[in-house]
């Protein structure tokens, strides 16, 4: 009798154990993940740089920088990005924002196929994201301040809390 007690009360220890969430080791991470920035303004540049996170300044998406999901592009790179790497990124779970963006036809243009004469020229629309909904692309365009590179971090966690929230 005595070792049904000793076996039911292991098994209750190891399925306990089992059951309880590993406790992340980094849980100072200010992002859950690193970014890549598309772009030659060196005044974000620079407020990346004294940014405690992990940052890569790269010329076009690199879906091999896995462990950076974040990916910032001005829009004077966008020639170099096709609608077909857009899409694979997204279908990869990387977040794609184009910042600085004067001219609310050019990301329609360039990866929606979209944009008509009705489309105004705006004063600054700052930031505008791109999404799959299904299979379809889509953006959304908010407005940030234009001391953009100031609240770099502030932006980036609350976005990387948005992502979190939306996987869920």
């Known amino acids: 009798m005595r070792r049904k007690y000793v076996f039911t009360f292991l098994s209750f220890i190891l399925l306990l154990m089992a059951c309880t969430p590993e406790v992340e080791k980094e849980t100072n991470k200010l992002l859950s993940s690193g970014v890549q920035y598309i772009g030659g303004q060196q005044n974000i540049i620079n407020k990346l740089e004294t940014l405690p996170i ?32 857009v ?3 997204l279908q990869a779970n990387y977040y794609l924002f184009f910042i600085n963006v004067e001219d609310p036809r050019l990301i329609k243009e360039a990866f ?5 004469i009705d489309d105004k020229k705006r ?7 791109l999404y799959l909904e299904g299979n379809q692309l889509k953006s959304f ?19 990387d809390q948005y992502k979190v929230r939306n996987r869920e």
Do not use: C
Not at 58 to 69: F, G, P
Not at 123 to 129: H, N
């Open 87 to 89: 899409v694979q990124a």
């Open 54 to 85: 992990e940052y890569k300044n790269v010329r076009m998406i690199d879906l091999s920088l896995e462990e950076y999901k974040f990916v910032i592009i001005e829009p004077n790179f966008i020639n170099n990005i096709s609608k077909e790497l």
């Open 141 to 159: 365009i908010f407005s940030i301040e234009p001391n953009f590179d100031e609240e770099l971090l502030e932006w980036l966690q609350y976005f």
């Open 112 to 116: 929606l196929h979209t944009g008509t």
């Open 123 to 129: 004063d600054k629309i700052w930031a505008e994201q």
